[in-house]
């Protein structure tokens, strides 16, 4: 019986041990704009199965539209906030692959890391989150063995290998090289402000499957204008500083406050001030759409 209890305790405290190891590691969190029709995301899968077989691997998105890095920043900021501390995104949207355009990984004040060509992938989330260090990855230490003259895939031969073996534990911040002391790439846009009684922003994305427009203009701002459901709203937009749409639109909770096809103002899931039509599409009715060209003005409709 001393024995059969000796033995359950034995096998406890290796469950224990298992339990701890396993919780060393980390999440790793795929985004490219590769696609899932070919081998590409499956090839750095793979190359991350063999730095360590037991590692959670997740997709955040492959659907980020070809060469786009402004959607690429978007949707890191969208999601890291979500993810818990010692998360690694592995971000490749990377049209100057191959090229002396710089690759790192950044450790943001919430404590996740992202692995990414420097080429203005990180502007969200220094803007939001904030960066605490970014370092430069050695290649000479961390490419994929035998991948020496390969330079059109850095996502399965660099970014991976580096991403992997930082969510396996198997190397520290320190290990991935040099600390990076200058500015990363930041791709310049119209920030949230308050500026003559209106809000100006910008348009950063599309609720893509619904056409609603989000901006960057968060509740905090909103709330200069001392907002109350059902107040309206002059909302202006702008492709490259001409008008494309202007009209006086409703504030209010959700889209179903107003009737079928009619516009709202609302906040969006991530607080941020946003225009949709009930049950169709604002982007597709009014032609807008999104990126560091796209702006808006927003300011409380004459009574």
Partial sequence: MKRRSFCIA????????????????????????????DGAVASMKGVAFGVDAGLAMFDLTHDIPEYSVWDAAYRLRQTMPFWPAGTVFVSVV????????????????????VVTPDNGTLTFIEESTGLDEVRLIDETKHRRAGSEESYTFFGRDLYVCVGAKLAAGLISFA????????????????????????????????????????????????DTLKPKVGDRFEVTIFKDG???????????NTFGDVPEGEPLLYLNAMMNLSLALNMDSFSEEHDVSSGPEWSLSVRPAKK
């Avoid at 990377?94 to 890391?113: E, H, M």
């Avoid at 001409?242 to 209010?252: A, C, K, W």
């Fill in 175 to 222: 290990d991935v090289g040099p600390v990076f002391k200058g500015a990363v790439i930041r791709i310049s846009h119209q920030k949230a402000e308050a500026t003559n009684g209106a809000l100006r922003g910008n348009i950063p994305v599309l609720d893509i499957k619904y056409g609603n427009v989000w901006s960057n203009i968060g509740k905090p701002l909103f």
């Fill in 10 to 37: 034995v096998f406890f405290v290796f469950l224990l041990a298992c339990s701890a190891t396993a919780g060393a590691k980390s999440a790793l969190v795929f985004q490219t704009d590769f696609g899932l029709r």
């Fill in 242 to 252: 001409q008008e494309v749409f202007r009209g006086v639109i409703p504030y209010v």
């Fill in 94 to 113: 990377d049209p100057g692959v191959g090229t002396d355009r710089r690759s790192v990984v950044a450790r943001t004040k919430g404590g996740q890391f």
